[in-house]
């Protein structure tokens, strides 16, 4: 698929004409209050935008007498933010939508969502795919961080308001190598990673389906290329078990897979731990959902600067309960916010992430905006574009039909917003 089919499914509903061009003279966004993330939020606020970048960021009285010259666009009773990040999802799974049962069980989870996905066809999960990628752009969303191991979508959309980072996901508890692992990868992926595109990288899919040897190769290949590596990590108390005992529901699950996980070591500690034995933790990898985690392994995520993705409502539908985000947010760890797939999800719509953290764990709707934003683009490796409005950044926002950041989230949830290009 070429990155210009992704505007024929665009949720404006049309068939885009030629991409947009950036207006190369500067021009002033006004609207109520303007986001920045980074700093505190501005009343009567302003962006002043050129060619696409963010050329200065203030009260609209102070900009507009700094840039007699730019013509303004008041967006009147708005908000502006960046767009938001979503740290982690499966496009390629967007098929199963409404075709995996929530459970109460990590391993019948994962048992009901192979078999959903063997009555799709390859037809079925592309369309799916493509309409995953118009609803991320209706609901704000313009980064994602993708799980897929076709590496059919990679890079921008024609208008630039789509930005995918893939990550070409790697099993094997038997695998002992990392080549090995990439000699089972379908050709397309085979041909991004070795052609050293930026935009892709690796995740190993957890620590219970990967050795101890392909963990640290993996970490190893992604170290020497400076790109982020995913992992699924601390997800469930089954894998807990596993990990430390070696038994339980995943054990079987892994037994009808063909994994053999009688001849794997378990490692007897938590994910974490682990994965900081292996060398695996520093701040170019991002672990995925942490909900099954003790204050020393908050405390190693921290020291090692490692990113982590929360996904509270697909750990709500799988019945592993929620993270510790206060616990996490006051150690100091970065927190992104990601939805997972639609196999364990109702929807891709960050905002809605974002009202569990608010409503259920209690954090702020400033500090969750920083984490949709900033500390996504932040784990994702690009926080040098995106991720909050600042100067030399891409113009990259959102307006929101709110008046204040409380009923940002809520009007989001709505789909309340437009997009600011
Ligand atoms: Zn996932």
């Known amino acids: 698929m070429t990155t210009k089919d992704i505007n024929l499914y665009s949720p404006r509903g049309r068939v885009s004409e030629s991409p947009r061009r950036p207006d190369s003279r500067p021009v002033l966004h006004r609207a109520r209050l303007v986001v920045p993330i980074t700093q505190p939020a501005i009343e009567d606020g302003a962006v002043v935008v050129a060619d696409g970048v963010i050329l200065d960021v203030g009260p609209f009285q102070q900009l507009r007498r ?10 009147g009773e708005t908000v502006l933010l960046p767009a938001l990040v979503n740290g982690h999802v499966h496009l390629d799974l967007s098929g199963l939508a409404g075709q995996v049962q929530a459970q109460d069980s990590m391993a019948e989870w994962i048992r009901s969502l192979l078999t959903a996905r063997e009555r799709l066809s390859q037809i079925q999960l592309e369309q799916a795919r493509l309409q995953s990628l118009a609803s991320l752009h209706a609901f704000g969303t313009g980064i994602v961080g ?46 991004a990673l070795a052609n050293g595109q930026k935009n892709v990288s690796l995740a190993v899919h957890a620590p219970y389906t990967t050795s101890a040897s392909l963990l640290r190769e993996a970490k190893d290949w992604t170290r020497e290329r400076a790109r982020v ?28 897979g063909g994994m053999e996980p009688g001849r794997w070591q378990p490692p007897g500690c938590g994910a974490v ?9 520093d701040s170019l990898s991002l672990c995925v959902h942490v909900v099954q985690v003790s204050e020393e392994e908050i405390q190693l995520l921290q020291r090692s600067r490692a990113g982590v993705c929360l996904c509270p409502r697909s750990n709500l539908f799988i019945g592993n309960g929620l993270p510790p985000v206060r616990q996490l947010l006051d150690a100091g760890v970065p927190c992104a916010i990601g ?11 960050l905002f ?16 969750v905006l920083a984490m949709a934003t900033f500390h996504g683009a932040r784990n994702l490796g690009l926080t040098s574009h995106y991720g909050s409005l600042e100067k030399n950044k891409r113009w990259l926002a959102i307006r929101v039909a709110a008046t204040d950041i ?16």
Not at 146 to 175: H, K, N, P, Y
Not at 273 to 281: C, H, S
Not at 352 to 367: F, S, Y
């Open 352 to 367: 809605k992430e974002m009202t569990v953290l608010v409503d259920q764990c209690g954090i702020g709707p400033d500090v």
């Open 66 to 75: 700094q840039w007699l010259e730019a013509p303004a666009r008041d967006h």
């Open 406 to 421: 409380e009923s940002v989230i809520a009007a989001g949830c709505q789909g309340a917003l437009e997009w600011l290009i």
């Open 229 to 256: 590596v995913s992992v699924h990590a601390a997800e469930s108390e089954e894998e807990s078990l596993f990990l430390r005992t070696g038994k339980g529901p995943l054990r079987d699950l892994l037994e009808e």
């Open 273 to 281: 731990t682990y994965l900081d034995r292996l060398g695996f933790l």
């Open 146 to 191: 993708d799980i897929d191991s076709s590496a059919t979508f990679t890079g921008e959309d024609s208008d630039g308001t789509l930005v995918v980072r893939t990550f070409v996901e790697l099993f094997g508890l038997q695998t002992e190598s990392l080549e090995a692992a990439m000699d089972r990868l379908p050709h397309p992926a085979r041909k």
């Open 339 to 349: 939805t997972d797939s639609l196999a364990s999800n109702a929807d891709l719509n």
